[in-house]
C-alpha cells in the first residue's frame, strides 16, 4: 500500500496525520497485478477532499478524478474575482 498521499492536492503525512486522509476505492477496470501492492482503483484522500469522492465510486479512478478535480475547481474560490478588474 503506497502512503498517504492526496489525488487532489498532494498533501502527504508531512501535511496532516495519517488518520486525517481516506482511502477511496472505485469501480475496478482491471484485475489487481500481483506484483502491485496497492490496488489499482484505490486513492487516497485528505479530509479537504474525500467529500469531493461522494457518489462517484461507481466511476473507475480515471473518470472520477475527471469530475472531482472539475468539482474541486468550481468550488475554489475565483482567483480573478471581477471586481479585482482595474
Ligand atoms: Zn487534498
Known amino acids: 500500500m503506497r502512503p498517504p498521499y492526496c489525488a487532489i492536492c498532494n498533501a502527504s503525512h508531512r501535511d496532516h496525520d495519517y488518520e486525517s486522509f481516506t482511502l477511496v476505492y472505485f469501480r475496478a477496470i482491471a484485475a489487481p497485478l500481483e506484483h502491485e ?49 482595474p
Request: charged content about 20%; hydrophobic content about 40%.
Open 37 to 85: 501492492g496497492h490496488p489499482e482503483n484505490a486513492l487516497w484522500f485528505c479530509k479537504d477532499h474525500v467529500r469531493y469522492t461522494e457518489g462517484k465510486t461507481e466511476m473507475s479512478a480515471i473518470v472520477a478524478m475527471v469530475h472531482i478535480r472539475a468539482a474541486v475547481r468550481r468550488n475554489a474560490p475565483n482567483p480573478w474575482p471581477l471586481t479585482s478588474m
